[in-house]
């Protein structure tokens, strides 16, 4: 594939949506037509790299099996969501070509040939590809949350846009728990939150690069982000299109009837 695909930080929603009917999935309504959009926006990918903020170990890890199972991480819900399915297949082989791109980078990793798909994974991938017919794997976060260090993880994994590997950073940009089901606060935070993210974003480097190394300044950084799982994927998206543009894919401004929640491609 002589053209480079663009990176994506994508804005997951809650738990395993897609695979809900009533409230639970009409209020995803605008983020589900967002991600249904995807294949018309971007060349379809001969495989699909998602690092999501539900996988943390203490140095990176790397998705090696050729069939990953299910990681059903979420409680409380209804019992038929513990036994649902996306089918996707893995890519051993392209998980040895990440080792050795991150070992070349002098990031320490190792493959994980029992992970599954987590659902920052497959509650994206079963609406924008709901066929499975594209392998998948997943590069874990590194549990310090070292934004330096995700943003080199992104920068090693760059050659894989010219051979076909669609890179997804899966996370939030408003991730406050504690306030995301009810509260002011949470309109005033995330809206101020999310107007620091576009700005920066959509700027060149290297200030883009500055201000994501330097990202607890921002407004209300904290209250939108009070651990920053769901925020590192997007450094690894950034790092792996550093010199090309950010845009929005989607925002939106009363998701769960409140919060401001945006999803970004960078490059073209």
């Known amino acids: 594939m002589s053209s480079r695909l663009p990176t994506l930080y994508l804005s997951h929603g809650g738990g395993p949506w897609p695979y809900m009917d009533g409230e639970a999935r009409t209020r995803h309504a605008i983020l589900e037509a967002s991600l249904k959009?995807?294949?018309?926006?971007?060349?379809?990918?001969?495989?699909?790299?998602?690092?999501?903020a539900h996988w943390e170990?203490?140095?990176?890890?790397?998705?090696?099996?050729?069939?990953?199972?299910?990681v059903y991480d979420y409680y409380g819900f209804p019992q038929e969501l513990y036994h649902i399915?996306?089918?996707?297949?893995?890519?051993?082989?392209?998980?040895?070509?990440?080792?050795?791109?991150?070992?070349?980078?002098?990031?320490?990793?190792?493959l994980d040939p029992a992970r599954g798909f987590d659902h920052g994974a497959y509650s994206i991938l079963a609406v924008a590809y709901p066929e499975a017919?594209?392998?998948?794997?997943q590069v874990s976060l590194r549990s310090r949350y070292d934004p330096h260090a995700h943003l080199c993880l992104g920068r090693a994994l760059a050659p894989l846009r010219g051979q076909g590997v669609l890179i997804i950073g899966s996370g939030s940009s408003y991730?406050?728990?504690?306030?995301f089901f009810h509260g002011e606060e949470r309109r005033r935070d995330s809206a101020r939150f999310d107007g620091w993210l576009r700005e920066t974003l959509e700027s060149a480097p290297p200030e883009r690069t500055r201000r994501l190394l330097e990202w607890e300044s921002a407004p209300a950084a904290r209250a939108a982000h009070p651990q920053e799982?769901?925020?590192?994927?997007?450094?690894?998206?950034?790092?792996?299109?550093?010199?090309?543009?950010?845009?929005?894919?989607?925002?939106?401004?009363?998701?769960?009837?409140?919060?401001?929640?945006?999803?970004?491609?960078?490059?073209?």
């Open 37 to 52: 959009a995807l294949p018309a926006l971007i060349a379809r990918p001969q495989a699909i790299l998602v690092v999501s």
């Open 57 to 70: 170990e203490s140095e990176f890890a790397v998705m090696a099996g050729a069939s990953p199972p299910m």
């Open 85 to 110: 399915r996306y089918p996707a297949s893995g890519a051993p082989h392209l998980a040895q070509r990440v080792h050795a791109l991150l070992e070349q980078a002098g990031l320490a990793a190792h």
């Open 133 to 137: 017919d594209v392998p998948v794997i």
């Open 175 to 179: 991730h406050n728990l504690r306030r």
């Open 229 to 268: 799982d769901h925020l590192m994927p997007l450094h690894v998206a950034v790092g792996a299109a550093e010199e090309e543009p950010g845009r929005v894919l989607y925002r939106q401004e009363d998701f769960f009837g409140a919060i401001t929640l945006s999803s970004y491609q960078f490059g073209s």
